[in-house]
T-cell receptor, first 114, second 110 residues
Framework: GAVVSQHPSWVICKSGTSVKIECRSL??????MFWYRQFPKQSLMLMAT?????????EQGVEKDKFLINHASLTLSTLTVTSAHPEDSSFYIC??????????FGPGTRLLVL | RKEVEQDPGPFNVPEGATVAFNCTYS??????FFWYRQDCRKEPKLLMS???SGNEDGRFTAQLNRASQYISLLIRDSKLSDSATYLC???????????FGAGTTVTVRA
């Protein structure tokens, strides 16, 4: 099946720093990539939809200036959490869409902001 | 109201038992339906798509009731390895976005 990687798998940082997370589709070109966030015992919440070469589309309530998304190629999207604060601590997961609705998920990045 | 609602469980069953659970969705325009499996601290993995006529994949059977807007998953002959959180996922037509339920936790005991 299609493989999606994420890097890093976990991050611990101080409050106020920025953290960049990479999402790569390893064996296919992804039309669209999605970024999700999941807090403990809660569902995955879509943060934004990322299309190569165009601006990301953010879900309601997600600050685009805080969560910067760059989709430089059909196999790479990055999410930068700017000036991270403890409340940004979460499990960030990306997915890549190949055809129709099928999304392949990366292994996730655990962010802990101290 | 949440777009996708699930009974969080947990469902605690012995090996070999049958376990079934549902989820409901609020958007009648939803067009695609899935069950994903998520193990502790891992990413979701697609278990199966759910079709209008219902479908089976080995020990797993999924049903869709569009009129009542619910989806079900039945696991027969439960294995220890079936212990996981099962996510009900609903897709919208056109933009390919998915909405996730919070998951139903199943624990299969020896």
């Amino acid at each position: 099946g299609a493989v999606v990687s994420q890097h890093p798998s976990w991050v611990i940082c101080k409050s106020g720093t920025s953290v960049k997370i990479e999402c790569r589709s390893l064996d296919f070109q992804a039309t669209t990539m999605f970024w999700y966030r999941q807090f403990p015992k809660q569902s995955l919440m879509l943060m934004a939809t990322s299309n190569e070469g165009s601006k990301a589309t953010y879900e309601q309530g997600v600050e685009k200036d805080k969560f910067l998304i760059n989709h430089a190629s059909l196999t790479l999207s990055t999410l930068t959490v700017t000036s991270a604060h403890p409340e940004d601590s979460s499990f960030y997961i990306c997915s890549a869409r190949l055809v129709k609705e099928t999304q392949y998920f990366g292994p996730g990045t655990r962010l802990l902001v101290l | 109201r949440k777009e996708v609602e699930q009974d969080p469980g947990p469902f605690n069953v012995p090996e070999g038992a049958t376990v079934a659970f549902n989820c409901t969705y609020s958007n009648s325009a939803s067009q695609s339906f899935f069950w994903y499996r998520q193990d502790c601290r891992k990413e979701p993995k697609l278990l199966m798509s759910v079709y209008s006529s219902g479908n089976e994949d080995g020990r797993f059977t999924a049903q869709l009731n569009r009129a009542s807007q619910y989806i079900s998953l039945l696991i027969r002959d439960s294995k220890l390895s079936d212990s996981a959180t099962y996510l009900c996922v609903v897709g919208r037509l056109g933009d390919y976005k998915l909405s996730f339920g919070a998951g139903t936790t199943v624990t299969v005991r020896a």
